[in-house]
Each structure stands twice: as C-alpha cells, then as structure tokens.
C-alpha cells in the first residue's frame, strides 16, 4: 500500500519545551540573526516581498522592532537546521504596510509547500489564533499574560494556568465490506461529498462519538470502528482522527438530519475513484488532498485495490 501524504503533519520542529522555561535561552534565539517569524491573519499568513518569493515567513530582526508588543511574539521551537522559529499576529506588526507584505493562502498553496513547512505553519497559525481568543482567563474575567515565550497564558488576577487547546474531530467513512462507501453532503460545504464528521463530546471515546454522530447525521448504526490515522487542521485548531466504520444493516434506509446534512449516499468503490483521480464525467466531488476526509477515502481504495478490505 503506498504511503499516503497528510497535509500539516509531520513537523520536525522542536519545541524545546525544557530549555524555554529559561528566558535567557529564548531571549538569546531572538535576537539570532538566523530567526523568522510567520505573520499570521485570519485568512492567511504574510511574507514580506522584499525577502523574496522562496520564503513563507519573515526575517524576525526585520520586523522586532516594529512589534507592538514582544510578549506577543510566540517561540514555535527550532527546526532540524537549528533555525529558531517564531509567530505572531498581523496586527502587532502593523508598523510594516500592506503594500510589503505578500499572502500565503495556506488552503490554495499547501501542496507546493515541503512536509515539515507545511507542518510548522499549521503550528504557527494554530497557536496565534489561540493566544488572540485567549487573553482574558476563563475563570475570573482579567487578563492573562504570556508565559514561556506563547507556551501557556496564565491570569494575572487568580493565577490560572491556560494551555493551547486542541479540538479532536471524528472523521468517519462508513463502508459495507463490500466495495462501497457512505458520503454525506454537508449543509454547510454543498459542493462535494464527504466523510461524516462532528466534534467529539466531553465523556466520549473517539469510536463512542463516531457511532453517534453517523447515527444522527444518517440514522444508520455502525458496529465496529477502527482508528486509520489523524491530521492536525490549522483551521483554527481541530485534530481530526480518521476512522473506517461498518454499517450493521446494508439495506437500512439512510435518514439525514436536515439541519446538518442536505443529502447521505452509498457509493461505489470505482466512483469514488473517479472522484479522486478529477474525471470529468465524475457526477461526485470529494475534498481535495488538503483535506482527511480525501487521505481516508484513497487509503480505502488503495487497501481494497490490494486485494483487501480495510481491518475493521
Ligand atoms: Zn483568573
């Protein structure tokens, strides 16, 4: 079976999670001459046009001195060529004009971009987007200040400590072991056919919450669940963990649930090849590669190609 790629994995940066708690260590990489910084925005991250079209990020002694704040600088680690890298928002370098910066729109350019780049700015862009929901403690109300360098925020009032949260996601492809498989249409993403997914709820395993959310969603039942693999989405910070199900009953009538889903169908293993390989005569759209959902429906179709269903 061939190795699949999965977008925002793989990261080789290493966060240095012991040697930050001394900020000598941390102050000292950021005044290396060797140091960048990701500029994150909402929609996407910026590069400066001046430091040429090959970089994806920003010579961080450029920006430092028009940064509105430097404990809004986040220390991402140091990359395997000891690079130290760093994040922040758009906005605390707004001393430097729209006009120099070009974007980077991680969803459009992701495949041009190496594995491990890839990786660190799904990183980066998680982790800011994080800090900016999470200023304020969530236990009294007043602010919370940046502590090793963006590895945790803590309240200056109550001293609650805050950790970059991330949001596990149960990705489902529900197959009948016998060559098809279960695509829903969401409400919200209309173009295309996917696997069906929803946030895993407090007091749940992943296998609890996949059986739940196929059995809302679609009204069938599944039995078994096995765990493929997982990708972190930078969008803003979702872990989706991709899971093959098998429905118990074939022939039971797919219900969907208006309010999440316009349409659930069966289909069939060569039209979902289709669908993967772009044919034109494909009546069904499925994500493109950026996305697990796509990851979990061509390893399915390379394990029933190999002359196997998938181990469930
Ligand atoms: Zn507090």
Not at 228 to 241: I, N, R
Request: with cysteine.
């Amino acid at each position: 079976m061939k190795a699949l790629r999965i977008p925002f994995a793989g990261a080789t940066l290493n966060r240095r999670e012991v040697e930050r708690r001394d900020a000598s260590f941390v102050q000292q990489l950021i005044t290396s001459d060797m140091a960048r910084l990701l500029v994150v925005s909402d929609l996407a991250l910026h590069r400066l046009k001046s430091d040429g079209d090959t970089s994806v990020d920003v010579p961080l002694r450029v920006a430092l001195h028009t940064c509105r704040d430097i404990a809004d600088i986040y220390f991402l680690g140091t990359e395997t060529n000891s690079v130290p890298y760093f994040a922040t928002h758009r906005s605390n370098v707004s001393a430097i004009p729209d006009e120099e910066f070009s974007d980077i729109d991680l969803r459009q350019q992701y495949a041009t971009l190496a594995d491990a780049t890839l990786a660190r700015l799904a990183i980066g862009r998680s982790l800011v987007t994080w800090h900016n929901t999470a200023r304020f403690c969530g236990s009294c109300g007043q602010s919370a200040r940046v502590v090793e360098f963006g590895a945790a925020r803590k309240c200056t009032s109550c001293g609650t400590s805050n950790y970059p949260r991330v949001n596990p996601v149960a990705l489902t492809l529900v197959l009948d072991g016998c060559g098809s498989c279960l695509l829903a249409q969401h409400v919200q993403r209309p173009k295309f056919f996917t696997c069906v997914a929803g946030f895993i709820s407090q007091g749940e395993t992943l296998e609890e919450a996949a059986r739940r959310e196929v059995e809302e969603e679609t009204g069938l039942k599944v039995g078994n669940v096995s765990y493929v693999f997982s990708q972190p989405w930078p969008f803003p910070g979702q872990l989706m963990l991709g899971c093959f199900a098998t429905v118990v009953d074939r022939n039971a009538p797919v219900k969907v649930d208006t309010h999440e889903l316009l349409a659930a169908k069966w289909f069939t293993r060569d039209e979902v090849i289709g669908a993967l390989a772009r044919s034109r005569d494909s009546p069904l759209r499925v994500p493109d590669s950026i996305a697990l959902a796509n990851r979990l429906l061509s390893h399915w179709i390379d394990a029933i190609t190999d002359g196997k269903q998938p181990k469930l």
